[in-house]
Nanobody, 115 residues
Framework: QVQLVESGGGLAQTGGSLRLSCAASGSIFSINVMGWYRQAPGKQRDLVAVISSSGITNYASSVKGRFTISRDNAKNTVYLQMNSLKPEDTAVYSC?????????WGQGTQVTVSS
């Protein structure tokens, strides 16, 4: 079993920054992909950024140049540094982990950006 616990959400002003963290525990394999997804009210959950255990990253076009994903494999933790935040970044951000064909989700953390 795998557990994911997010932290770091909250309220920010337009142009501000927040840093999200997600710690994975349980049966974690060395090869996996971790990432962040977000869901705004009334919308589907979309990919924000993912990073493989080897450090390969992929970003949604809407966050490129503003958000940075990173990970600490020793701690099984993934981070999302969010800069230049916009009101349209407001959403519930969820951490996901995929390994050996199985996917796991955290409970999510609210990010609200005020204009």
């Amino acid at each position: 079993q795998v557990q994911l616990v997010e932290s770091g959400g909250g309220l920010a002003q337009t142009g501000g920054s927040l840093r999200l963290s997600c710690a994975a525990s349980g049966s974690i394999f060395s090869i996996n992909v971790m990432g962040w997804y977000r869901q705004a009210p009334g919308k589907q959950r979309d990919l924000v950024a993912v990073i493989s255990s080897s450090g390969i990253t992929n970003y949604a076009s809407s966050v490129k140049g503003r958000f940075t994903i990173s990970r600490d494999n020793a701690k099984n933790t993934v981070y999302l540094q969010m800069n230049s935040l916009k009101p349209e970044d407001t959403a519930v951000y969820s951490c996901g982990l995929n390994q050996r064909g199985s996917g796991y989700w955290g409970q999510g953390t609210q990010v609200t950006v005020s204009s």
